[in-house]
């Protein structure tokens, strides 16, 4: 711990935020997408064992905090940690828009490329929506007359001042209004295990300063995940619905389970045909901001068949045949009730 401490500039004693906002600042220098030097790479993993085990450690400050987590800042421009005299200085407004990932995408992380649309000054006609013509013309609404009617008689046009005739016109590049959109492409960094409800922080990438001497503000995204038609989530964990023969379920085995990182095997004992539930401990979503991860959580749903050929017809007589020499054996209840009602049918 005290190598963890040292390493971070911390002392025992710290919060959470503390430790987060140390690790966050050393992040940004150390981090091999912004340090070039060859010692970089190794040097921010040692910071990044450091934050885990120091956090691990200490109680969370704040569970909504910890619950939005971590992703690297510097791999994606998510300056979580600006320093003092950056947060006092003028910055634009910040945006925020949502982000809606499938399911896997959330649950392995990954790069998303998002689209954003930033509004600015129309540069042909420098924002004031009008061009000067180079001869005049004649004023359309009052027809060079300068005059217009209404309801209150005539009246001076005022689409030219009530000359008669105009030396602007709206600019054919912003119809007039005086703004552009222009859209760019940004790539995401989406480290794994998001949630609903998580945020993400891009520095920089908000509304620019509106006198353009200050910086831009920040982008946050909301992460919000679309219905999967397999998978269900609660909390951390992975819900997963999976039907199986019933005789499987009696007879146990090995069966294969579907997974965002690839199938798993699962082994059922033998037992009850009825349905039961198993749970894969550490695979649900993945750890995020030190919470452990999420289990996977399989209810086994068993079928039997609904129509069999004359081979299978054989066998389940066969079957049957050596369950009713045996019904008290394998199937109790049964022979209960026959015991109780079929000797008393007939009377």
């Known amino acids: 711990m005290r190598d963890a401490y040292e390493l971070l500039g911390l002392a025992p004693g710290v919060t959470p935020t503390d430790v987060k906002r140390a690790f966050r600042r050393l992040a940004m ?18 910071l990044r064992r450091a934050h885990d085990k120091l956090l691990a450690g200490l109680e969370p400050a704040d569970a909504s905090a910890e619950e939005h987590g971590y ?17 006092t200085a003028p910055r634009g407004a910040d ?33 004031t929506g ?21 309801g209150k008689g005539l009246q001076s046009c005022t689409a030219c001042a009530g000359r008669g005739y105009r030396s602007t016109a709206a600019c054919p590049d912003c119809e007039g209004s005086g703004q552009q959109t222009s859209e760019r492409w940004l790539a995401v960094s989406l480290p794994a295990g998001l949630v609903d409800g998580d945020s993400l922080r891009l520095s920089g990438e908000g509304e620019p300063h509106p006198e353009h001497s200050g910086k831009p503000g920040d ?20 819900l997963l619905q999976r039907p199986i023969s019933a005789l499987r379920l009696l007879l146990g085995g090995t069966v294969h389970v579907p997974h965002p990182g690839g199938p798993r095997k699962v082994t059922i004992p033998a037992g009850s045909a009825s349905a039961r539930q198993v749970r894969l401990d ?7 901001a030190g919470r452990p991860a999420g289990d996977m959580v399989i209810d086994f749903q068993p079928l039997m068949p609904t129509q069999v050929d004359t081979a299978l017809h054989a066998q ?32």
């Not at 649309?117 to 924002?127: D, E, K, L, V």
């Open 29 to 46: 220098r150390w981090h091999p997408d912004r340090n070039p030097a060859p010692a970089a790479a190794e040097h921010f993993k040692a």
């Open 71 to 87: 992703a690297d800042p510097a791999a994606s421009g998510q300056d979580t940690d600006a320093p003092a005299d950056a947060e």
């Open 95 to 127: 945006r925020s828009m949502d982000l809606e990932l499938d399911l896997e995408e959330a649950f392995l992380g990954g790069t998303r490329q998002i689209c954003l649309s930033q509004a600015s000054s129309c540069t042909h006609c420098s924002g």
């Open 130 to 150: 009008e061009i000067r013509l180079t001869f005049t013309r004649l004023c359309e609404p009052c027809r060079g007359s300068g005059k217009v009617r209404n």
């Open 219 to 238: 982008l946050h995204l909301r992460i919000r995940l679309n219905t999967h038609p397999l998978y269900t989530r609660k909390g951390r964990d992975l």
């Open 282 to 288: 550490g695979e649900g979503f993945p750890a995020r």
């Open 316 to 347: 389940f007589e066969a079957l049957e045949a050596e369950l009713q020499r045996g019904l008290g054996q394998y199937l109790p209840e049964l022979a209960a009730w026959e015991a109780k009602w079929m000797q008393n049918a007939g009377r």
